[in-house]
């Protein structure tokens, strides 16, 4: 089942959640963690704007998760991959623009599958790691490269208003260990890689994750990224695509005096 959370095109503040059937959303009262019935209503995805599948409660972010990234980044390779967090106020949704901030120069994207948790927990056991998983969508883990090495941190380089676009829906029924995951840079391909590949797969990342802080209902886990970042610039068109999932889409553009503000 892939949840969603919009509104109409002609809305301003209401806040719609259904479930995607083909080109359709159909809609339900509730929340996505808690669907309830059926209003009656049904809209084309092309008559709503897209927002963030949920507001996640924290970002945690796993780098170094796949091999071939660690060596284009010239890290030696390691058994565990490292953890981050990334701010709240990052997340933006499917189609929203990613703001390229005046002060980093290599400004980089970075296609993941994103977990998303249903069920708190705290040192989770792997082999009981997907009752704790609500379901999976699309992450953009935008980082401004300079600055992280510059500055030898990673949140602040990760955290930026609109570094983490994120949907355009949850599945909730999805299958994470064999999934292709694209991406693309206008016309380019950029990434192409494959969940199979990742060092630690879903499971593990949750138990992981959990071994060092409790997980709560709502959070999302960024499940790093493989070979292929590259340089954003203004004008960019980002698009990833995960096998069984969907395509998250957004444009990039530089900060200016109009967009400063967010």
């Given at each position: 089942?892939?949840?969603?959370?919009?509104?109409?095109?002609?809305?301003?503040?209401?806040?719609?959640?259904?479930?995607?059937?083909?080109?359709?959303?159909?809609?339900?009262?509730?929340?996505?963690?808690?669907?309830?019935?059926?209003?009656?209503?049904?809209?084309?995805?092309?008559?709503?704007?897209?927002?963030?599948?949920?507001?996640?409660?924290?970002?945690?972010?796993?780098?170094?998760?796949?091999k071939?990234h660690?060596?284009?980044?010239?890290?030696?390779?390691?058994?565990k991959?490292?953890?981050?967090?990334?701010?709240?106020?990052?997340?933006?949704?499917?189609?929203?623009?990613?703001?390229?901030?005046?002060?980093?120069?290599?400004?980089?994207?970075?296609?993941?599958?994103?977990?998303?948790?249903?069920?708190?927990?705290?040192?989770?056991?792997?082999?009981?790691?997907?009752?704790?998983?609500?379901?999976?969508?699309?992450?953009?883990?935008?980082?401004?490269?300079?600055?992280?090495y510059?500055?030898?941190?990673?949140?602040?380089?990760?955290?930026?208003p609109?570094?983490?676009?994120?949907?355009?829906?949850?599945?909730?029924?999805?299958?994470?260990?064999?999934?292709?995951?694209?991406?693309?840079?206008?016309?380019?391909?950029?990434?192409?890689?494959?969940?199979?590949?990742?060092?630690?797969?879903?499971?593990?990342?949750?138990?992981?994750?959990?071994s060092?802080?409790?997980?709560?209902?709502g959070?999302?886990?960024?499940?790093?990224?493989?070979?292929?970042?590259?340089?954003?610039?203004?004008?960019?068109?980002?698009?990833?695509?995960?096998?069984?999932?969907?395509?998250?889409?957004?444009?990039?553009?530089?900060?200016?005096?109009?967009?400063?503000?967010?």
């Amino acid at each position: 089942m892939k949840v969603i959370r919009f509104r109409l095109k002609n809305e301003r503040n209401k806040v719609r959640v259904g479930v995607v059937s083909g080109k359709k959303i159909i809609e339900f009262r509730g929340s996505i963690f808690k669907l309830k019935e059926e209003t009656g209503n049904e809209f084309h995805l092309n008559d709503i704007e897209f927002l963030p599948p949920l507001k996640p409660r924290k970002i945690v972010c796993m780098g170094f998760n796949y091999k071939k990234h660690m060596e284009e980044l010239s890290k030696l390779s390691t058994n565990k991959p490292t953890i981050t967090l990334k701010s709240q106020n990052t997340v933006i949704g499917h189609r929203e623009k990613i703001v390229l901030p005046s002060i980093s120069t290599r400004v980089e994207h970075e296609a993941e599958l994103g977990i998303i948790i249903g069920k708190p927990g705290y040192k989770i056991k792997q082999e009981k790691a997907n009752e704790h998983i609500f379901g999976y969508t699309i992450v953009n883990d935008v980082t401004a490269r300079d600055l992280e090495y510059e500055l030898k941190q990673w949140s602040p380089a990760k955290s930026f208003p609109t570094f983490c676009p994120i949907g355009p829906w949850i599945d909730t029924s999805l299958d994470a260990s064999n999934l292709s995951i694209r991406c693309w840079v206008n016309s380019e391909l950029r990434q192409d890689a494959n969940t199979s590949e990742m060092i630690y797969k879903a499971e593990k990342c949750v138990s992981f994750v959990s071994s060092f802080m409790k997980l709560e209902k709502g959070d999302l886990i960024a499940t790093g990224t493989p070979a292929g970042v590259g340089v954003l610039k203004a004008g960019d068109w980002v698009r990833i695509e995960i096998s069984n999932l969907g395509i998250l889409e957004n444009p990039v553009t530089k900060e200016n005096e109009n967009n400063s503000g967010y």
